[in-house]
């Protein structure tokens, strides 16, 4: 299994704010639960952050789901928004690597695929974050393109929608991915 990576999807301060009140101290303390067991066991432990450059550069005219990013005024590079939460962040001693994006899906326009190949992660990717409506089914969907064999941490992703997120687990990604909650995950490293 150490040639497993658990991808930390858009776990920022800026996001978690758009979410609410759906994200309590208990998913927080899950999520930290599961990275420090993860990084026992070998696990590599990959934060996708989102950010753009200034006066948003990298975001297209055309692309109308990124309108509402640029009238907040907020995911510049550098921004609080952009900062993964404190209560997750990554511990780079040990390994922790960050990816930073400007589209939904983790590997559009990044080099996730250079890191997993460098840090040896051929086959397994484990998927957890935000949100399950944007970066988790797009990530799981070009994730399952390139070949990977792809787990779901049910819960240890949100959206702002439940019925949405229930949908996309059970009908959706369940095609391309093993869905599971984390302490099941966390089992088989037991």
Not at 60 to 83: E, R, V, Y
Request: hydrophobic share 40%; proline share 2%; glycine share 4%.
């Amino acid at each position: 299994m150490l040639n497993t990576a658990l991808l930390v999807l858009d776990i920022q301060n800026g996001i978690l704010d758009r979410l609410g009140t759906t994200i309590t101290d208990d998913y927080l303390q899950r999520l930290s639960t599961t990275l420090t067991k993860a990084r026992a066991a070998g696990v590599k432990i990959i934060y996708i952050t989102t950010s753009f450059r200034p006066a948003y550069q990298d975001l297209h005219l055309n692309n109308s789901s990124t309108a509402t990013i640029k009238s907040s005024n907020k995911f510049i590079q550098g921004d609080p928004s952009t900062q993964i939460h404190p209560a997750v962040s990554p511990d780079t001693s040990r390994g922790d690597t960050v990816v930073n994006k400007c589209r939904v899906s983790a590997f559009a326009g990044t080099d996730l695929e250079l890191v997993l190949r460098c840090l040896d992660v051929r086959d397994d990717l484990v998927v957890c974050g935000l949100s399950t409506s944007g970066a988790v089914l797009s990530t799981v969907r070009q994730a399952a393109d390139l070949d990977y064999r792809l787990t779901v941490l049910r819960d240890l992703c949100l959206d702002r929608d439940d019925e949405v997120h229930g949908v996309l687990m059970d009908r959706v990604l369940v095609r391309q991915a093993r869905i599971v909650d984390s302490d099941e995950w966390l089992d088989f490293y037991d």
